[in-house]
């Protein structure tokens, strides 16, 4: 019975003696803001990617020393010169979303944008040659590179603009518009300023905002009497004279309904920020309340139980007339 136990404690020693560090060896030290720039600035990328990845991976508490915006375009750049694009591309990305500023943010999708359009890491302008191309490499000319971007994005979104002022329909209008943020991303981290941007979408704010308010609104309806079909309650009697009740839920119409909605909210969202962002008309926030507000409602219908828990209850018997006593 002795030696059962030992031989079944042994591999639970040897798992704590290894989480004890040996004396005089302490934990490796989280590494500081300063350490990670000088191994980028070094080229020891993947050290850097290590340490960065570490520091990710840490809790908010034991993170706030750090800015996650940062940390991501660092991690960004390193893959980027270790041949990882499209890694680095997400990093990018990701270093937009966590930016707690304009200039940050503006850098970070700009940058995205501009690996994603240069393929083998050289970004060519419409109309240059292949010695003219840009080495996306070096940071040093990535902000001529933003300018040379966005003039080539500007001037291909320039005919979906034009056409959009005139658009009785949100198709059109919301084509042209979903490039917005990164058209005011590439200004900015070229120029400094928005200026060009915001001039070009400010007439169109007015227009956008009725357009996807009344898209909104019918969407909404359509929620609604959705849902009012859906909860409808129903009734079947199985051979044991049982009535069963449950809801009548959705048909393969609706649910189709339903994910186009989504879908549709989705782009109304995020078009409708955006736009709210370049031009300042505080009036589109409402539309993206209400476009979140029927994304969720349509999103709750979906994910909903209409079994009722399949309740059962006895069915009612028919009323019978009580037998006459005869008389005498």
């Given amino acids: 019975m002795r030696h059962r136990i ?8 040897a798992v704590c003696a290894l989480a004890i560090p040996a004396r005089g060896q302490s934990a490796q030290p989280l590494p500081a803001k300063e350490e990670l720039h000088q ?3 070094s080229g020891q990328y993947q050290v850097l990617l290590q340490k960065v990845s570490r520091v990710l991976g840490l809790r908010p508490d034991a993170a ?20 990882q694009i499209p890694a680095a591309a997400d990093a990018f990305a990701q270093a937009g979303k966590e930016a707690k500023d304009l200039p ?17 890491l050289k970004y060519k302008p419409k109309g240059a040659t292949a010695a003219q191309a840009v080495d996306v490499l070096d940071r040093g000319a990535r902000k001529g590179a933003f300018a040379l ?15 959009a002022a005139s658009a009785t329909s949100l198709p059109p209008l919301m084509d042209a518009l979903k490039n917005v943020s990164r058209l ?13 941007t915001m001039a070009s979408v400010k007439d169109l704010a007015d227009r956008a905002r009725q357009l996807m308010a009344d898209a909104v609104r019918s969407m909404s309806v359509q929620v609604q009497q959705i849902s009012q079909l859906a909860h409808t309650q129903l009734q079947t009697r199985d051979r044991n004279g049982f009535v069963h009740l449950r809801e009548r839920g959705l048909d393969a119409s609706n ?15 995020q078009v409708s920020k955006d736009l709210a962002s370049a031009s300042k008309v505080e009036a589109l926030q409402t539309v993206t309340a209400d476009a979140e507000k029927v994304r969720g409602d349509a999103s709750q219908l979906l994910q909903a139980d209409y079994t009722l828990g399949d309740r059962a209850v006895p069915a009612p018997t028919p ?10």
């Fill in 64 to 83: 706030q020393g750090y800015d996650r915006a940062d940390l991501f375009m660092m991690k960004g750049e390193a893959q980027l010169h270790l041949k």
């Fill in 104 to 120: 940050s943010a503006a850098t970070a999708i700009a940058t995205e944008a501009l690996v994603r359009k240069s393929p083998g």
């Fill in 6 to 13: 030992r031989r079944t404690l042994l591999p639970y020693v």
């Fill in 255 to 269: 649910t189709a309904t339903l994910k186009e909605t989504i879908n549709t909210a989705d782009r109304i969202i």
């Fill in 319 to 328: 009323y019978q007339r009580p037998a006459r006593t005869p008389t005498k």
């Fill in 149 to 163: 971007l966005y003039a080539d994005e500007t001037a291909e979104a320039a005919p979906k603009l034009k056409a």
């Fill in 184 to 196: 005011r991303a590439l200004e900015i981290a070229a120029t400094g300023k928005d200026d060009q």
């Fill in 39 to 41: 191994l980028l600035d």
